[in-house]
């Protein structure tokens, strides 16, 4: 499976909706009808989904398939990727942003969610921690986490944002997730598992507090991360002396 076919889905997709052959709440077609359509197999029909999915483009219903979300539109992530590149965005910067953001949403979640929303929520803590022998995975049940938080604040603007800085995480983040350890999955699942709890029982203090101490310890576990992979590449082997 390569990046290359799920960029085919994602574009085939994209085509769909500019075309508005696909509108909201539409259903999308079955994976084999997608595979046939774009000329790939199932399994990248499958990868190019999940990677709609983290961006926020559609959604997957249990024994029912794949939609394009109803209700408001989405921002696009394109002008923030734009000047991620052009001002290169640091990844302090990113959590720094997410904390001004997710901490108050989470605060509002606690307040307003609704009984659908606290059950999405339930289960991606519950797929969070059945996934974390699959860092892809995991990384897309963890940004479902934080879309459904934003939305469950109640607040379009907030959740607006959250899904446009959410792609543009999930976009950097991916290329690097596989290198995440066991214990930096268990502790994110752990965190978000607390998160829920608190906005489950209506303790808005709580889970603006839940949340912010999760993402710094998701900003310390990335920075580690990071060193861990400039220490490895700083290790170069020595040439053999010849005679």
Do not use: C, W
């Not at 934080?146 to 959250?162: D, E, F, K, W």
């Not at 997730?177 to 214990?183: H, L, N, T």
């Not at 994110?188 to 829920?196: F, G, T, V």
């Not at 608190?198 to 203090?205: H, I, L, T």
Request: glycine share 6%; hydrophobic share 40%.
């Amino acid at each position: 499976m390569s990046a290359g076919g799920t960029e085919q889905v994602v574009t085939h997709v994209r085509r769909l909706i500019e075309r508005r052959s696909l509108r909201p709440g539409d259903r999308l077609p079955a994976e084999r009808d997608l595979a046939q359509q774009i000329g790939v197999s199932r399994p990248t029909v499958r990868a190019g989904l999940r990677a709609l999915a983290a961006m926020g483009v559609v959604q997957s219903r249990h024994g029912s398939g794949t939609y394009i979300p109803a209700g408001p539109p989405t921002l696009g992530s394109e002008p923030l990727r734009f000047l991620a590149a052009l001002h290169g965005f640091t990844g302090e910067e990113m959590y720094e942003t997410r904390r001004i953001l997710e901490v108050g949403a989470a605060g509002l979640a606690a307040e307003r969610a609704t009984p659908a929303q606290l059950a999405a929520l339930a289960e991606d803590v519950a797929s969070l921690f059945a996934s974390m022998d699959d860092p892809q995975k995991f990384l897309v049940h963890d940004i479902s986490f934080h879309r459904t938080l934003a939305a469950a604040s109640g607040n379009q603007i907030v959740a607006s944002i959250v899904e446009m800085v959410s792609a543009l995480y999930y976009e950097r983040r991916r290329q690097t997730a596989s290198r995440a350890s066991d214990r930096d999955m268990r502790d994110a699942a752990e965190m978000h598992q607390r998160i829920y709890r608190a906005v489950r029982s209506r303790d808005s203090d709580e889970a603006r507090r839940a949340m912010h101490e999760h993402l710094v310890l998701a900003s310390q576990h990335q920075s580690q991360e990071a060193g861990r992979r400039r220490s490895a590449a700083a290790v170069v082997p020595r040439a053999r002396k010849t005679s």
